[in-house]
């Protein structure tokens, strides 16, 4: 006769539930039921003393190895030997080169490689030099947007700290952050922006400027050359961008005033080249003095693919990479730290706005050749250093592979069709725009353009009605993409940018360590400062705690009376947006994804 047993037996006392807490999970580890019988039970007393005391003693030993560990870690990263791996951190004197590839994400490396070995005849594993340094991959969200734009993004390299869409280097809270180049610079070390768009765009600005909205190149402008609550903190700047550095009466300006920053520049002690023929006079970097202001485009220099026919007038990322680091080396070689260098490939991301494949292919390989010059300066110098590059963002929704028809698509993508091409399509945009008035026979120029600007004989009627057709819902410049990305099919999923991670790079694996593996863009930043061993924290408090501070007049631009969080007043930063523009918080759907024809007030590419 079974035994009774109650079907609800009383409420155990705690002490007993959690021995048999601890049963229940010895059972579902080792797969054995417990025991109930009352045999059991009383062996199980004896059984369940010894479990407890196991386990007892148990949780004890954990806790101690997991202090003991904790400790020996906290250690280990403090001397630097855990977090930097096989080689340690580098101790000594050092120099840091930045590369930014702005909007080039991983599918621009596979087109570009493929371009490259199609048109060198190069065998399947002949890779760019970029992909044999890959390290790791950084996700790019800012602080308003799961996409970000280039000033968020340069942001977190250089304060290493996430803010929203449009900052130059301040923070949610519209103070100013501390970047690293301001920290390398009171740390003893030369530093040096080189660029291929305006010195003023948003990533060199990120990391000798702050402003409240990248649109304020002006102020970015001024504060590049030294008036910043700092001081002139960099000693070398090479790019475009030099409208906003001339007064409002000169042709080439694109100042609100007459301010005339480059005298100002040189009052400062800069001295000042703005051509070929000053670029030449350096002497590869040989004759250089510093500081330097070098600004030889009077916006972006031109795409490679079109600079390449204009090198008289236009130096190379490349040509200004080896120079800047000749130049900064020299002027380090006998001090005791060495320098910090940011170089962009900056118009990576204007061929992706403009979805143009055949001007991107060629920034992508100026870059590579430049990240070469790099890695063989730091192979060559005594001085020991680091190259880490990374991109802020993907532009373009770049896609290797495209569905023209409604017929099953083939598996191929053609090259040759972005090698047939000899200028970008901006170019193409502009020479369109400079004689399609003056033609008789529009149809035959457009024809002609189309074959000796981008190597297409085979346009369609509409293709040439869309270019000769000034009211055509998209501009010239989106026409000649297409007709490019189309031919070799190659799509895009939008003129701005996307969320996708984008690769980091570095000249050893041994000497980036901390970047390996998948990283928040900020951990870039913090890697940097942590390289150069300078304090951003104690760069923030500086810039916060500096007295109220303005050269510029800022009665132009509307007081809202921006304050931090301390109370105090950061107007040198420019209007802090209003209070309409969020910083924080991420948008949400607005049940806007109808086809909306371009209006007349299209970005095409404006903002990047
Ligand atoms: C040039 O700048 C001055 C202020 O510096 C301003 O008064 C003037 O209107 C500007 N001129 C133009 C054409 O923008
Ligand atoms: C490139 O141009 C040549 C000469 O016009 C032409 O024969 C060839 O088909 C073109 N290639 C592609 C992929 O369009
Ligand atoms: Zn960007
Ligand atoms: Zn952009």
Not at 207 to 220: C, G, K, M, P, T
Not at 292 to 317: H, M, W
Not at 327 to 350: N, V, Y
């Amino acid at each position: 006769m079974p035994r009774e047993e109650p079907l609800l037996a009383p409420r155990p006392s705690s002490e007993q539930s959690s021995i048999r807490n601890a049963e229940e999970e010895d059972a579902l580890l080792t797969g054995e039921r417990t025991i109930r019988t009352e045999r059991g039970r009383r062996w199980g007393f004896w059984r369940e003393v010894g479990l407890f005391a196991w386990a007892f003693i148990a949780t004890i030993a954990v806790i101690v190895i997991a202090v003991v560990y904790q400790h020996e870690t906290n250690r280990a990263q403090s001397d630097g030997r855990h977090s930097w791996g096989p080689g340690g951190k580098p101790t000594g004197k050092r120099n840091l080169v930045f590369m930014v590839s702005d909007g080039m994400g991983p599918t621009s490396l596979t087109m570009t490689r493929s371009y490259k070995q199609l048109t060198q005849g190069l065998p399947i594993d002949d890779v760019l030099v970029l992909d044999k340094h890959i390290l790791g991959t950084s996700r790019t969200r800012s602080s308003s947007s799961l996409i970000t734009d280039s000033a968020a993004g340069a942001t977190a390299f250089s304060c290493a700290s996430k803010s929203y869409n449009g900052a130059i280097s301040v923070l949610p809270d519209h103070s100013p952050c501390g970047t690293v180049l301001e920290a390398a610079s009171l740390a003893g070390y030369k530093t040096g922006l080189v660029v291929t768009t305006r010195i003023t765009d948003a990533t060199p600005a990120c990391f000798a400027s702050h402003v409240n909205l990248r649109q304020y190149e002006d102020r970015i402008a001024e504060q590049e050359i030294g008036e910043h609550p700092l001081g002139r903190v960099v000693d070398l700047i090479m790019g475009g961008g030099r409208c906003h550095f001339l007064p409002n009466t000169t042709d080439e300006s694109c100042r609100g005033d007459d301010r005339d920053i480059v005298a100002v520049a040189k009052e400062n002690g800069f001295s000042y080249i703005d051509d070929r023929k000053g670029f030449d006079s350096l002497n590869g970097g040989a004759d250089a003095k510093l500081p330097l202001l070098g600004l030889f485009a009077e916006k972006d220099i031109p795409y490679e693919i079109d600079r390449r026919t204009q090198n008289d007038v236009y130096p190379s990322l490349e040509e200004m990479a080896r120079s800047a680091l000749k130049i900064l080396s020299a002027a380090t070689q006998d001090s005791e730290q060495g320098f910090f260098l940011m170089i962009e490939g900056s118009r990576i991301d204007h061929a992706g706005h403009g979805n143009d494949p055949a001007a991107q292919v060629n920034e992508v390989l100026a870059y590579d050749k430049a990240f070469a010059a790099v890695v063989d300066f730091l192979n060559e110098d005594s001085t020991q250093g680091v190259l880490v590059a990374t991109s802020d963002h993907e532009t373009g929704g770049l896609a290797v592979g495209h569905q023209l028809h409604i017929t099953y698509p083939e598996y191929l993508w053609l090259p040759g069709v972005l090698a047939n091409a000899t200028h970008s399509a901006e170019f193409a945009a502009q020479e369109l725009a400079n004689h399609l008035d003056q033609e008789s026979d529009k149809e035959a120029y457009v024809r002609n353009l189309l074959r000796k600007a981008l190597g297409v004989e085979d346009a369609s009627q509409e293709e040439i009605d869309a270019l000769i057709d000034s009211h055509y819902e998209l501009p010239p410049s989106y026409v000649f993409a297409d007709i490019i990305s189309r031919r070799a099919q190659i799509g895009w999923s939008t003129h701005g940018h996307t969320g996708v991670d984008v690769n980091i790079y570095a000249s050893s694996t041994k000497d980036a360590w901390p970047l390996q593996g998948n990283h928040e863009n900020t951990e870039v930043g913090s890697f940097l400062a942590n390289y150069l061993d300078v304090d951003i924290g104690a760069t923030t408090k500086r810039l916060q705690e500096s007295e109220f501070w303005s050269y510029s007049d800022s009665s132009s631009e509307v007081d809202t009376g921006a304050t931090s969080e301390m109370g105090k007043s950061f107007d040198w930063l420019g209007n802090p947006l209003g209070e309409d523009v969020r910083t924080e918080g991420l948008d949400t759907y607005h049940g806007d994804y109808k086809k909306r024809s371009l209006g007349e007030q299209c970005g095409c590419g404006a903002v990047h």
